[in-house]
């Protein structure tokens, strides 16, 4: 278990790694960003002006307007929650998920590991975008279906590194200590090996979240993802892929949002691998 | 920026060009054979065949295929097609068609009376999956009377009788007797008695028609027509630019936006004119909440449809008060209007009982929000912007909307003919002739049925019934006034707008002379100058 002493230590390892820190700082802005949005943002994000439809940047609209005069920029620090939300959700759900069904592999082995790790490679065989365009076409398309089936279909990448974690730590001395002293299966479970398994969670869970941004940006770029009024980058770029030649502003600024997220949390992901993994730092 | 850099190198060329051929595109040219015109679309058909067909994209080919008995003029007149003339009896009952005797199929077989009277038969006909039986079910009588004469008799007078003798009811016979319709492949493949002939159809890729030498207004002086299905009007738009599409419907945005440079007014000419169509919010009569009138009036005066028309459409439309389009003879501009009013809709949720406000600002009535959903077809964003624009607007007077986008097969089949819907966001597109008997006598509610709203009034269905029984037209046209009166002040439907047909045509193609029925249906006397055609079909 991780103490007080060695908290900070990871702290200060972590600040001192650039990829990290920069990521952090990253995400942090945009965590900020997301909670402070009714301040930040200058305009009701949903106010439709058919006076000023499509003005590119200027002092009022700092980021233009789209197709129905509302203000791009106040949309997407709006936009910044959704995107965030969903992340944290799916990522959540995948990464419980994932852990779960890794550990019970892992730690039980035989016909249930074979079992579960045949689900596994049954639901990798089906492509991402595609399974989750599937679903909600089933489902219906809202914020909380897009994050329940992105957390739905992306445990499987967790669930197999906690099972490859947990085949190694099983065999160690303190589990069988453990179970010298007549801990039971789910006491050494989640008390004994999990917490010895969770740095590569972490990382993954990181980089789980940026890879749930992409996706959600890209349901609502369809059109299947976050609905009308509610703005999010995907869906105001979806206006920007009609109007790029003569909007670009519709593209750039929440490209670059989009960009910057997936960024950010995939340099913290990076970082946070040399800290806590350093043996696996070439074999990526 | 680059790109501004390049728009101007671009915007010098262009000047450099212009001023080089201004002289040249002054010449007169005689018309001469050749060239294809590609046509880009987002709908692809589903079939060929006028009867069996239900959406635009497939009438728009069709009609290139098959010619009827009768036409629309420029003006709107009716003229001959296949028939060169006709009579009408003294009591109205029944009209005897004179065909041309040069209109041939494809194989060179003459095209005569036995091959409308096998078409008219095949569209009554039960197991006909057609939309358009109705209008044909009011006829007696039909008889080839000799090779050219047809004759149809009528049970009772029916004004709408001649309009309906289009391609609808024409099929060569000696290919199609004796097999099923809607088995046969010739669906996808017809052939037919008009300008064009079908070639090939790739599907989701490209249809090509070639022109018919032996069609009876003369051969088009195009060899080919190619229409090309993109299903995205940003990709559509940059196939245009590249040069790979000659013509295609622009959107308000692209007409007035993106098309406004010297590149596109150099290399395309533009086009407007009212479509004979219009866009409508519609209420489902079958829910509690909507059959209140008031609730209808007071989401009437909420919605400001000239900032839907300046803001969707850009102005390039017009502000819909019935289900005609104005400039048309059965419009009548003189009904109750809902002016933009939140405090005159406020008033009447009050009224209707709809007056407690719940924390969110959501009405409340017996513990119910007033919460409801619109639903609008995938694919156009006019609608989608349109419904967004109504959703803000409701929520300023206490409603709360939610808009779903569903595709077009999904949203027929499983939500409007089940009628499991609160409020649709949807177009019609009408004909010339303003019966519309189908779309709301109280008759027409069953499944597949054009009344799907389930409106019911006593006095719209007199109408309804009376409008089609006299040629009157000074009597019509009271009739039809006096309907849409009615429609105004009950309010099944807001009818928000006629959106402006925008097609654009590469300036290569000659002859076009736009009308109120539009620009193509002189489509077999476009021609291209020898020095500018491109392309060539090979045999």
Redesign the interface.
Known sequence: MMERNTFYAFVKRLWRNKLAATGLCIVMLLCAIAAGAPIIAPYNC???D??S??LPPSFQHICGTD???RDVFSRMVYGSRISLAVGFVAVGISTILGTLIGAIAGYFGKWIDSFLMRCVDTMLCIPDIFLILTVIAFVGENVFNIMVVIGFTSWMGVARLVRAEFLTLKEREFVLAARAAGAGDARIIFIHILPNALGPVFVSAVLGVASAVLVESALSFL?LGV???DPSWGNILMQG??????A?WLSVFPGCAILLTVLGYNMLGEGLQDILQPRLKNTR | MFSNIARYVLLFLCIAVIAGKRAESKTHHDPVYGDALVVGTIGEPSVLIPMLATDSASHDVAGLIFSGLIKYDTDLSIIGDLASSWDISPDGLTITFHLRKDAFWEDGTPCTAHDVLYGFKTITDPSTPTAYAEEFKQVLRAEAVDDYTFRVTYRERYAPALTSWGNMAVLPRHVFEGTLLQTSPLVRKPMGNGPFRFKEWIPGDRLVLGASPSYFLGRPYLDAYICRFIPDPATLFLELRSGTIDFMALTPLQYARQTATDFFQKNFNKYTYPSFSYTYLAFNFLHPWFQDKRVRQAIAHAIDKKEIVEGVLLGLGEIATGPYVPHTWPYNPDVPQYTFDQQRAAALLDAAGWHQIDTDGVRIKDGARFEFTILTNMGNSLRMNTATIIQWRLAQIGIKVKIRVIEWSTLINEFIDKKRFEALLLGWSIGVDPDQYDIWHSSKVRNKELNFISYNNPEVDRLLEAGRRTFDIDERKRIYGTFQSILAEDVPYIFLYVPYALPIVHRRFHNIHPSPIGITYNLYRWYVPRDMQRYRLSP
């Open positions: 949903n106010a439709i058919v006076k439809i499509l197709e129905l005069g059109g609905q009308p009024p892929k009609d109007n790029i030649e003569t670009w």
